[in-house]
C-alpha cells in the first residue's frame, strides 16, 4: 500500500505576521516556516501505518517554490520513503494545488492520500475535498483515527454532536484533525539519514496543469486593534456601561 502525503511549507505558528505596507498580502521576508501543523500529523500517521506493516511506502509531495525542499525534508525524516517537489514560484492556490495532486495521483497510484484538513495560513480547508472530487476517490474529512482492513478506512471524524465514524473504498482521500496523534520529533540521525533520501522535481507544466489563479485577492487588513479594558468597582457599574456605554443588554 502507497500513501501519498501532500504537505505545505507554511509560516510557522507561533510567529506573528506583518502585512505588506500596501495591504496586498502578508510580507514572508525573515519570517520562520515550518510545515503545516496538519500536514505533520499526517506523515505521521502515514509513517505509523507503515511502521505498523499496513503501508508499504510513504510519498511526501509538496508545491512551491525550491525553499519547500526543506518541508520535504522534515517528511523524510520523519519517516517518508521519497519525496516530490512540484515547483513553481506562481502563486499556487487551492484548485491549483488539487490539480497538481490530482497529476500526481494519476501517476503514483497511491491507495490513501492523507493531506492535512487546512493550511494554517490560507486556512482554504478545499484542497482534500476538491482532490477527492478530481479523482474521483472517496474523501473522509477531520479524521481522528484512521484504520485500514480490506481495502476499506474507517475513519472517525469529530463532528459538533460527538464522533461520526465512516467508512470508506480505497483508494481514497482522508484529511487529519489535530487529534489524530501527535507527531513524533525528529531525530538528528533521522535529518542526517533524510539528506540521502530522494527528492524528485517535477514543473507544473510537465504535469499538464493550468496553475492559473482563479481568486484576486483585492486586500488584506489587519483586524481592528482592541482598546484597553478598565476595572468597575461593582456589579450595578458594570450593568450600565454594557446597557448605556456599550448598548449590549
Ligand atoms: P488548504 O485547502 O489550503 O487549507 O490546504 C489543505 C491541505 O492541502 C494542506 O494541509 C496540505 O495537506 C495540502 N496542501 C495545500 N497547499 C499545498 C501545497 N502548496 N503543497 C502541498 N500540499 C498542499
Redesign the pocket.
Known sequence: MKIL?????VVDASVKVRLKADGSGVDFANLKMSI?P??EI?VEEAVRLKEKGVATEVVA????TTA?QETLRTALAMGADRAIL?ESEAE?Q?LA??K??NALVTREQPDLVI?????I???????????AALAGRPQATFASRIELADGFASVTREVDGGLETLKIKLPAVV??DLRLNEPRYVTLPNIMKAKKKPIETVKPDALGVDIAPRIRTLKIAEPPQRSAGIKVPDVATLIAKLKNEAKVI
Open positions: 502525503v501532500p504537505v505545505k511549507r503545516n496538519f500536514d499526517a509531495v509538496s508545491c512551491g519547500s512540484v499556487l487551492p494545488v488539487a497538481l495532486l493531506l492535512g484538513k487546512q493550511a495560513d490560507d486556512d482554504c480547508n478545499q484542497t482534500g475535498q476538491m482532490l484529511t487529519s
